[in-house]
């Protein structure tokens, strides 16, 4: 965690209240096909094909990948948010063809997200508080464990920053109070699709260290979509590289990055930034 | 042609279809519901044994399903029906008057071309001087005045203060001067906005800073490039405001005495001559989808991405 | 009566570039006027200051104050039963003034709805609403409206079902189009995650980031709606005596053209110069909402 004391994080992230308690995996997805029609021509698109993937509780996976092979795709149908898919989704257990609607509202806010554009992940016509207000009217026995002046200052932003509308908010503080919308929620998952590639360079590793410092805090697990190794090798414990809707190779960072056994992974290696970064460290 | 091509085009072919059956069936509805024609035609005082006879004899006796298959089998092969008023074809007295409002709309398309097109072409490419100012105004003013209106106070000055010109009725080719200034306005003004909407959006495409960089004169420019870009949006509005000044010349019509499809229809509602009434519908709806389908096949040979 | 015609393609005109910050304060100018005109005719029959409205057969077909033979006691003229036309002016201005706005609501109410629906939920609902905007372009809508005139008679009831039916498609097509851009947007999915209910997404979030599109193209309905009952109006088949509009005094100006022409001259101007205002406010309204120009 040097990062954190470097940044000065407060300590008291540590008591937040939910830890890991059963051994369900918090994702499971078992030959997920994803189509998507064209609009134009109405012919389909397979952008998933026949993908599994297992997120233990806690656990840390990425999936990489060039751009348009299905990552965005893959992580939205596969947690109920996006396009419906066929194969079998269960999270926490229970199997999303199967759950009834009462039960799917209760069961979403268990997966947050966080997306590469913080301005478009807010409606731009609620100041910050009255977002967070209604999160809380929509949930309120799962928000009512902190206020929401502490929230910020857990995601290192200013109370006054509570009356400010999305735009006039900088990309890294808007990603912020995304983050602090998906912490509010005390997630088992948090998927954050490619969340640092919006901001400045300056503002993605403390962005990044926020992520970390929240998954060693509340345990929750990551699904960490992202183009960049360097964030991926320091944040994930699991790999799954896509290729062409296909997960052509997964398994434990270190073993993919070090021997990766498949052509179009070593390929990806060379290409991808952090790269460079591998070598050095 | 490419299987995605077909499914487009038959997709277009099917919505149209849609379009004419819902119109179709609306003005189907709208006569049943317009209650007892045998009243209007024999009037209230007549014996009940005379009205069934004619019930019988407009076939009003028969299950509504079977009068609307007949009604689209009529439709289909050109018959639509008796007119209670004139005792005649509703097809013929459409083809009547047809000839009237085709000069009409003709000319007023004619010259709503020839003098929207230029005034949008003056406003892109001197977009936000007061050129560009005067010529939008001018154009919004045409699509903001009562266009009959503007007939009147043409009748007014031209017909009864000056007396250069006929205020009414057809005839001599000096009949149509008026009419057709009248009927141009709408179509006018909004040929300009949309020739200058899409010549600026042409206009500020990079490739016309390029063709401009490599020497290509301004007017070459502009004429071969910009307009090609206009040429085709101009063109589906002149055929689609061709369909709706067919069918909705009425007001016009009515302020020049113009013996076309208009007045025939503004007869037909005053004397709740129903079946004609919804001849006239029918047969607009049928000239829109037509046109609709000419604007689809237009496009398709312009550009083969359609769109 | 090409004005009563909804254009099949009223994308909204690509406004002139760089207006975009200006739109706003002369989105104000523009709206100034309008608010003094509608509380003027409203106001104006209070004050005592206008003639008397009954009939004076001594007095008939008497021109504006400015020209020969005219008086101030008649500032407008007079009808050809000597009324005044000033006072006609007023109160038939009252009804084009509610008509626009009422002709409006109707419109853009069920448009809105039908398009936001087609556009959050996608699938069936928006093939079928999509069929029936489709229909209502591709139509001479125009000439069925008549024909149900024909059929119910001339009333204020059916001429605002007239003008809802022929206004809402446009509404509608904008809607749907900005709604299916809305629903991609990532905030959707983030309330999802939260458990919110579609319902509430579709009218706390989705409809509230639509209004600034909604009021503008309402706005431009005003206009359509006043020229589709003054021509409706005109030729007797919208509103008819007793009641008055500006649309109404046309069509009892056109009997009397070679006589007394200022009857039709004045009521004409005044929905010329409603239309025309209303038309450059949403106009500038739509600059200020376009989706490309926002992004603040
Ligand atoms: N709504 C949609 N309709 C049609 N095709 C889509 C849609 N969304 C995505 N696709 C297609 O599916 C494929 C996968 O898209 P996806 O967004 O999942 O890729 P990605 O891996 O997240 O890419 P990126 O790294 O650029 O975000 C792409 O080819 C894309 O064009
Ligand atoms: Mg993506």
Redesign the interface.
């Known amino acids: 965690m040097s990062e954190v004391t470097e940044t000065g994080v407060p300590g008291d992230l540590a008591r937040h209240p939910r830890t890991p308690e059963s051994d369900t995996p918090v994702l499971e997805v078992d030959d997920l096909v994803v189509e998507h029609r064209d609009g134009g021509t109405g012919t389909l698109f397979r952008a998933v094909d026949q993908v599994s993937l297992r997120i233990a509780a806690g656990e840390s996976v990425a999936v990489v990948g060039e751009s348009g092979s299905g990552k965005t795709t893959l992580a ?1 149908a596969a ?1 109920g ?2 396009p419906r898919g066929r194969g079998d989704i269960r999270l926490l257990g229970h199997s999303l063809s199967a759950v009834s609607r009462t039960q799917l ?2 069961l ?2 268990e ?3 966080v ?1 590469q ?1 913080p301005h ?6 609620q100041s910050v508080r009255s977002g967070l207000r ?2 809380r009217a ?2 309120p026995e799962r928000t009512s464990w902190i206020d929401d002046a502490d929230l910020l200052g857990r995601v290192r932003l200013a109370p006054d920053l509570l009356d400010r509308y999305p ?1 006039q908010l900088s990309g890294g503080q808007a990603q912020r109070v ?1 983050i602090a ?1 998906a912490l509010l ?1 005390r997630p088992r998952l948090i998927v954050a699709d490619e969340p640092t590639s919006g901001l400045d360079v300056s503002v993605q590793a403390d962005v990044l260290a926020l992520l970390r410092q929240i998954r060693a805090t509340t345990g929750a697990a990551l699904l960490m979509i992202s183009h960049d190794l360097a964030v991926v090798r320091s944040l994930c414990d699991v790999v799954h590289v896509m290729y062409r809707g296909r997960v052509v190779e997964a398994g434990p960072c270190d073993r993919v990055f070090g021997t990766p056994e498949n052509d179009y992974t070593r390929e990806l290696l060379a290409a991808m930034p952090g790269a460079r970064w591998r070598s050095r460290r | 042609m490419k299987a995605s091509t077909v499914r487009r085009v038959g997709g277009r072919l099917a ?2 279809f ?3 059956l ?2 179709l069936s ?2 189907f509805l ?1 006569g049943r ?2 209650g007892d024609p045998t009243a209007t035609i024999l009037g209230p005082m007549a014996p009940p044994e005379q009205r069934e006879a004619l019930r019988h004899q407009l076939g009003l006796d028969l299950p509504v399903v079977v009068q609307y298959l007949d009604y689209l089998k009529g439709v289909f092969t050109g018959d639509l029906g008796q007119s209670l008023q004139f005792y005649q074809s509703n097809t013929s007295m459409i083809a009547d008057r047809l000839p009237y409002t085709l000069q009409l709309v003709g000319a007023g398309m004619a010259l709503a071309l020839l003098v929207g097109v230029p005034l949008g072409v003056l406003a892109a490419t001197r ?2 001087t007061w050129w ?1 100012r005067g010529a ?1 105004t001018l154009a ?2 045409g ?8 007939g ?2 043409l ?2 000055l031209f017909a ?1 203060k000056l007396g250069w010109l006929p ?1 009414g009725q057809s005839g001599s080719p000096r009949h149509l001067i008026l009419p057709a200034l009248t ?1 141009s ?3 006018m003004a ?1 040929i300009a ?2 020739t ?2 899409s010549m ?2 042409a206009l ?1 495409e990079p490739y016309i800073d390029s063709a401009r960089a490599r020497g290509i004169s301004t007017r070459r420019v502009v004429w071969r490039h910009a307009f090609t870009n206009a040429m085709m ?1 101009i063109l ?2 002149v055929v ?2 061709t ?3 067919l ?6 019509e ?2 020049y005495s113009w013996p076309g499809l ?1 007045q025939l ?2 007869q ?3 004397f ?1 001559d ?1 079946p004609l ?2 001849a ?2 029918v047969f ?2 049928l ?3 037509l046109l ?1 389908l000419l604007v689809d096949v237009l496009h398709s040979i312009v550009d083969p991405r359609v769109r | ?5 909804l ?3 009223t994308a909204p ?2 406004p ?3 207006a975009g910050r200006r739109a706003r304060t002369s989105a104000f100018w523009l709206a100034l006027p309008l608010a003094v005109a509608a509380v003027a005719v409203f106001v104006l029959p209070l004050t005592g200051l206008l003639p008397d409205g009954g009939q004076n057969l001594d007095a008939t077909r008497q021109p504006p104050a400015f020209l020969a033979g005219g008086s101030w006691a008649h500032p407008l003229g007079t009808d050809k039963l000597g009324q005044d036309l000033l006072t006609q002016f007023v109160s038939a201005g009252r009804l084009t003034i509610v008509i626009g706005l009422v002709g409006a609501l109707v419109a853009i109410g069920p448009g809105t709805l039908l398009g936001l629906l087609a556009g959050y939920f996608r699938g069936w609902v928006d093939r079928v609403i999509s ?2 905007i ?2 209502q372009l ?3 809508f ?3 409206a ?6 119910r008679g001339s009333s204020l009831p059916v001429l605002f079902l007239v003008l809802a039916l022929t206004g809402w498609a446009v509404c509608a097509r904008v809607t749907r189009a900005a709604t299916l851009a809305i629903r991609e ?3 959707v ?9 579609e319902p509430r997404i579709v009218f ?2 989705i409809l ?2 639509l209004a600034g599109t909604i009021v503008a193209l309402g706005t431009l309905q005003v ?1 359509t709606a006043i ?1 589709v009952e ?2 409706l109006s ?4 919208g509103v008819v005596p007793p009641m008055n509009s500006w ?1 109404s005094m ?1 069509a009892s ?2 009997d009397e ?2 006589q007394a ?1 200022w009857i ?2 004045f009521p ?1 101007l005044a ?2 110069v409603l ?2 205002l ?3 406010l949403g ?1 500038a309204l739509l600059t200020h909402h376009d989706p490309r120009k926002r992004r ?1």
């Open positions: 939205m947690t948010l996006g509202r209760r979403r806010p997966v947050q997200v997306f554009d478009g992940s807010l409606d731009p016509r209604e999160l929509l949930q735009h995304c919308r929620m | 919505s149209l849609a379009s004419l819902i119109a609306l003005a709208l519901l317009s977009e936000g560009d939008s919004l003013l699509q903001s005045v009562p266009v009959f209106w503007f009147m106070m009748v007014v009864v205020a009927m306005v709408y179509p909004h906005r949309l200058r909407a600026s959006d500020a949006p589906t509005i689609l405001q369909g709706i000044l069918s909705g010349a009425v007001a016009v009515y302020v208009g229809a503004l037909a509602i005053q709740r129903f009434v919804q006239i519908v607009g709806a000239v829109f989808v609709n | 009566m090409s004005q009563l015609e254009d099949p393609v005109v690509s002139p570039r760089r069929i029936l489709d229909a591709a139509l001479p125009i000439l069925v008549l024909a149900i005139i024909a059929n947007r990532q905030f999915v983030g309330l999802r995650a939260a458990g919110a209910s706390r979030h509230p980031n206009g020229l003054s021509a005109f030729l007797g088949l649309g046309l100006g056109q053209l070679s022409w039709a001259f004409g929905i010329t239309v025309l209303v038309n450059l106009d603040r």
